[in-house]
């Protein structure tokens, strides 16, 4: 059964209702053996799981540093187009936006790299605008084997391919897939993806079994907080993260808790998600999966960013910029987004060290996953 099929076959409202009227016992069942039970992240995800929010948060940090030790994985995003042919109603790379539209070409991806290399990273995220024939597959083959060379981990978070544009990509050195669905209701996904290929949901929703089937390292999943009922839609995530993770145990796989910024042409939250529900979010998804890798970015302030470290979180970002040559050149006007934390590199790593963390600036070495498989 496709994930498409196992979420058609739920029922939300039945959800939502659980969600809702979560009792204390069953938080407190919840905190006794979480891992890996669906209805114990629907507990702790619920309003009723807020009074507990103290102890899920040490134990979640505990989890965290048992897995994961003082370590902390440092990505910078490189963005390498601003083309889209979609309409999302909460991104300014959105194709009815006025803006510059650029796309690096060699030269100028070459020195983009340049900057970035000086700043320590060797963990890149590629991410482009949707424009399937000026920043497709094509654009993505002659652009690999370059980052490649400067890059010992690859990730990507670009329109959603075929199984076998993955898998070309795969000998080209790609290592992990970020693609977000951005909200699993899908009457929510429609009135907010409303021209382009994204309008479809089944074809998104369908997008990670692919990557998982070409082979690919990681895998990162996500939900745009803010769109639709952050709590079922984090719920349902899960049943996303534990419906691959059984069937596609070889990779291994993140998770991303982005909340809706401000941006061109953007929108406002329709559901409000305050910091103390974020932190419950992380600790609800440490308590369900040791493993999982949670990612947050520069969206978040730096203020938040630090208390949230040792939380759950295991990878950040720092010194991003949202904008194709944005690196060399930085112009707001090509924004995706706003950040919020606006430290360099450095100043984040010096805070996080503050903290007793490691700030490790590479990924895993994809060499030895191959040689082992
Ligand atoms: S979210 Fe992605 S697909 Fe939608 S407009 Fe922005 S870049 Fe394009």
């Not at 505990?62 to 083309?83: E, H, Q």
């Not at 482009?128 to 990507?156: N, W």
């Not at 990509?169 to 429609?190: H, K, R």
């Amino acid at each position: 059964m496709s994930f498409l099929s196992y979420l058609k076959n739920l029922d939300r409202e039945k959800l939502k209702l659980r969600l809702y009227s979560t009792t204390r016992q069953e938080v407190e069942r919840a905190l006794i053996s979480p891992e890996g039970s669906l209805d114990s992240l629907l507990a702790l995800l619920s309003p009723a799981a807020e009074g507990f929010i103290e102890e899920m948060a040490q134990r979640s940090s505990a989890l965290t540093r048992k897995r994961f030790g003082s370590n902390l994985g440092m990505y910078l995003p490189l963005y390498l187009s601003n083309l889209c042919a979609n309409e999302c109603d909460y991104c300014g790379f959105s194709m009815s936006n006025r803006l510059k539209r650029e796309t690096l070409n060699q030269e100028q991806l070459d020195a983009e790299m340049a900057v970035i290399k000086k700043t320590g990273y060797d963990s890149i995220l590629l991410v482009s605008g949707e424009h399937e024939s000026k920043v497709g597959i094509d654009y993505f083959k002659t652009v690999l084997p370059r980052v490649k060379q400067h890059f010992s981990y690859l990730a990507m978070e670009v329109q959603p391919l075929k199984e076998s544009e993955y898998s070309d990509l795969v000998d080209l050195g790609l290592d992990a897939v970020m693609i977000y669905q951005e909200t699993y209701n899908p009457d929510t996904y429609a009135k907010h993806h409303t021209r382009g290929k994204k309008k479809d949901f089944a074809y998104r929703v369908g997008t990670p079994e692919r990557v998982a089937k070409a082979g690919v390292d990681k895998i990162g999943i996500g939900v745009l907080l803010g769109l639709d009922d952050w709590r079922l839609d984090a719920l349902l995530l899960g049943h996303h993260l534990s419906y691959l993770e059984s069937r596609y145990w070889r990779s291994r796989y993140s998770v991303s808790l982005p909340r809706l910024r401000p941006c061109t042409g953007g929108i406002t939250p329709k559901v409000e998600l305050t910091d103390k529900g974020l932190v419950q979010l992380i600790c609800a998804f440490r308590l369900f999966n040791e493993q999982l890798e949670i990612s947050l970015s520069t969206r978040e302030s730096a203020q938040l960013r630090d208390n949230l470290l040792g939380l759950g979180i295991t990878n950040i970002s720092a010194g991003s910029s949202t904008q194709p040559g944005g690196y060399v050149k930085p112009n707001t006007e090509l924004n995706q987004f706003d950040i919020s934390d606006e430290r360099t590199a450095l100043e984040v790593s010096k805070a996080i060290r503050a903290r007793g963390f490691n700030p490790v600036w590479k990924d895993w070495e994809t060499a030895w996953v191959r040689s082992g498989s």
